[in-house]
């Protein structure tokens, strides 16, 4: 099979793919894989076209199809893919939405697709929401009959939630199932509610195909991103047809393929445990891998795995290439205590060469670079502190301005108390007032607003590095342009962006860059972040102050590096976490209620410090040091 080719094949069919039961294709980045949808979608339209019939496409929304919109417009405008000849039926529609609303799935649909192609207006059919339960009926059975009269669709695009729902049929969904109304899953709202400024505003019903109507489609593809849906994709692949996982019932249909990047396939058997299914090429971080999860598996340390239990679990070929398990056991207990050091900066006068960072210089430039202000201290505040407190010249650069993240209520203490200080500017304050108090779900920010919202978030972070002991002149406020929509749904980034990012790494010229890379960040901001990092790293990485600079990636609130995969754990006395959690509380406006924490409901400061414990565990139970918590960090190669 070609590297690019999505073509159904029978799932299981090879040896390492035996416990998958949905034909999947993995792409090196969604961008790739996006432009092989579009053009199987584009060739479908030709085809149908040239024997003079209709192609009937079922589309979906969300974060997923988007580039495929983008290369399907591009087609279009580019070499000519015309649409008049498709009749197109989307997925789903929140209930009781204005189509205008820029939370409509109409809206949605127009703005990244149909006001940029040719197609028919009439051919057009997006589900109604603003009807009463008396016509709702009627009218699904209607939306179900035009399907089934054009000949059904000839190709369903599909996202895939948390839930393992598809469409908005929510666990539970009968696989009889046709378009209804439904209620929406409290962690389907949850992940809206960004879009929707909180989960208040989102709404608790929606109209949906059902399951059986996305199961006549002719064929399927499911597109998935990104790591926070790995397990998901594993149970909907690898598990059992179940009402509980929706989109596993598309086991049942027979030219069905999901799309998916290696982060979101990282939990399939063959790339998360592939010495249980086939021989291995044992490198370090394979190697890295398997002992740690034998060690997890086995409830055992390092030190007390016995031959038997290599042999039991698939490892047999390990101890074939390296002979005596003991030894294999002291030499990768050896490779996980090199990776711990309470010198992030390096130790001067030491001999470096298994230890994670150089001892020359002794006294570095650091550069941390914080997607939003709070995410250095939430993400690495104890590495953080033994920067400062070793020595090390510490630059802080905050890439947005993060004032999305600071609620109404917050907002409008600060104009109140600022009212109270300037009465010669009641006027200006009372606008803002008002603003606030007519403000709806759909409502976008003035940029008046914005910038207030935006100065709350700077003084909080001086506040931080000013406990932690940076000096102002070292905290950097970029506020990145491509942030400022005033919407969850953040601008295209452009050269203004990347010369911003620039600029900052040439003025420091430092020795060590820290970045946020925490990709499962569930509304995107992180990934941008990371992506102009990554950018001005290679366009600068000739310049000759780069050959001496290491880059460290750390992961924020809602996931950490597995331990197999760090290359520097940073342990923290008791005193530094107590230290870290204090540096997170100067974020008064991220505290006891923080807008968009996704689904889990925990403040940030109880998040970090829980996430760090558990990472001291994990050390602890493989045998390893014993600490009261730990930072871990990867080191990226430019």
Not at 507 to 527: E, N, W
Request: charged content about 25%; overall charge positive; some cysteine.
């Amino acid at each position: 099979m070609k590297k690019n080719d999505i073509s159904y094949r029978v799932p299981g069919t090879f040896e390492e793919q035996r416990f998958e039961k949905l034909h999947n294709v993995v792409f090196d980045s969604p961008l790739q894989a996006s432009k092989i949808v579009a053009l199987e979608i584009a060739d479908l339209i030709k085809k149908k076209d040239s024997n003079g019939k209709k192609c009937i496409l079922g589309l979906s929304t969300g974060s997923s199809p988007i580039s495929v919109y983008k290369e399907l417009v591009r087609l279009h405008k580019d070499e000519g893919l015309s649409f008049k000849n498709v009749i197109t039926f989307n997925l789903d529609e929140y209930s009781d939405i204005n189509k205008d609303d820029l939370n409509s799935y109409h809206f949605y649909m127009y703005e990244n697709l149909f006001n940029k192609i040719d197609i028919l207006h009439q051919n057009i059919n997006i589900p109604k929401s603003n009807l009463d339960n008396q016509t709702m009926r009627s009218y699904c059975m209607k939306y179900d009959k035009k399907i089934m009269d054009l000949g059904g669709i000839d190709l369903q695009l599909l996202g895939i939630g948390r839930t393992g729902h598809i469409g908005f049929n929510e666990p539970g969904s009968h696989i009889n199932s046709q378009t209804r109304f439904v209620s929406l899953d409290h962690i389907t709202r949850s992940d809206a509610a960004r879009a929707f400024n909180g989960i208040e505003n989102v709404p608790e019903r929606a109209i949906t195909m059902g399951i059986k109507t996305i199961l006549n489609a002719k064929r399927i593809l499911l597109l998935a991103w990104g790591i926070n849906k790995s397990k998901i994709i594993q149970k909907t692949i690898e598990g059992q047809v179940s009402s509980i996982i929706p989109a596993s019932y598309l086991q049942n249909h027979n030219n069905s393929t999901m799309i998916i990047d290696h982060e979101a396939a990282s939990f399939l058997t063959r790339i998360n445990t592939p010495w249980l299914i086939k021989s291995c090429d044992w490198n370090e971080s394979l190697k890295s891998k398997a002992i740690s999860w034998l060690c997890k598996k086995t409830n055992k340390s390092i030190l007390k795995l016995t031959e038997e239990d290599y042999n039991r679990n698939g490892m047999s070929e390990l101890l074939a290439i390296e002979g005596n398990y003991y030894d294999l056991n002291i030499k990768m207990f050896n490779h996980f205590q090199n990776k711990i050091t309470g010198w992030p900066g390096g130790k001067p006068n030491s001999d470096d060469s298994k230890r994670p960072e150089r001892s020359k210089p002794a006294k570095k430039k650091c550069l941390i670079f914080s997607p939003h202000p709070d995410d250095d201290v939430i993400s690495m505040g104890g590495t953080f502190d033994r920067l400062v407190t070793q020595g090390h010249e510490v630059h802080v650069a905050y890439q947005t301005s993060g004032n999305l993240a600071v609620s109404d209520e917050d907002a409008l203490k600060y104009i109140e108390v600022i009212s109270d200080l300037k009465e010669d500017n009641k006027n200006g304050f009372n606008q803002l007032k008002k603003e606030i108090s007519n403000k709806n779900s759909t409502s976008i920010d003035s940029k008046q607003l914005r910038l207030l919202k935006g100065y709350i978030r700077k003084r909080e972070s001086l506040a931080a590095t000013r406990y932690i002991g940076i000096p102002d002149k070292n905290v950097h406020f970029l506020n990145l342009p491509f942030y400022e929509s005033g919407m969850a749904r953040k601008l295209s980034p452009t050269d203004v962006d990347r010369k911003i990012l620039m600029s900052l790494i040439k003025k420091v010229k430092p020795h060590q860059i820290y970045a946020a890379g925490d990709l499962a960040d569930p509304h995107g901001t992180h990934r941008i972040c990371l992506n102009l990092i990554f950018y001005a790293l290679n366009k600068l990485k000739h310049e000759v102050f780069m050959k001496n600079c290491w880059v460290w990636l750390y992961r924020g609130a809602w996931q950490e590096w597995e331990v197999h995969e760090i290359d520097m754990a940073v342990p923290m006395s008791p005193e530094q976490v107590l230290k870290k959690r204090k540096s997170i509380f100067m974020h008064q406006s991220q505290k006891d209620g923080a807008m968009f924490v996704g689904d889990d409901t925990r403040e940030f400061w109880i998040r970090a410090e829980e996430r760090n414990k558990a990472s001291a565990e994990i050390y602890k139970k493989m045998g390893l040091a014993d600490y009261q918590a730990m930072e871990f960090f990867k080191r990226y190669f430019f």
